[in-house]
């Protein structure tokens, strides 16, 4: 198993543990830029998810930007949908937070892409 995909498992490990806190604490609405955070994190963990599970030898895809652009289009509303669907968002401002979830989810993903096309030599 590669380095990579041993990260990325780390890192969605992390990023489940946070998320249950964070859940069952309440510190979604105690801290109010933990939504943020989080959102950002998970765009990172899908940019580099797209990567490891490109360097797999029985996946025949490359990383490139149309690709992780893609994931992260599809998990972010994904996601938005999930949480107006199930009342977890704020009717009065979900417009605005929810655009604000998937710039953030998109700066992610397209920075832990950049980062791991430079670092891998890969073409974008």
């Known amino acids: 198993m590669s380095r990579l995909v041993i ?9 489940a543990v946070l998320h249950l806190l964070a859940t069952a604490g309440y510190l979604y609405w105690y801290y109010w830029w933990l939504d943020m955070v989080m959102h950002f994190y998970g765009g990172i963990l899908l940019g580099l998810g797209v990567h490891a599970l490109c360097r797999l030898k029985s996946v025949p895809l490359v990383p490139t930007f149309t690709l992780v652009f893609g994931v992260i289009m599809f998990a972010a509303i994904s996601w938005e949908l999930f949480e107006w669907t199930t009342g977890l968002s704020n009717p009065i401002s979900y417009t605005l937070d929810t655009m604000q979830d998937v710039v953030l989810a998109f700066g992610g993903g397209l920075l832990a892409h950049f980062i791991l096309s430079h670092l891998y030599n890969r073409k974008i």
Not at 7 to 12: I, M, N
Request: charged share 0%; hydrophobic share 100%.
């Open 7 to 15: 990260l990325f498992l780390f890192a969605a490990l992390v990023f």
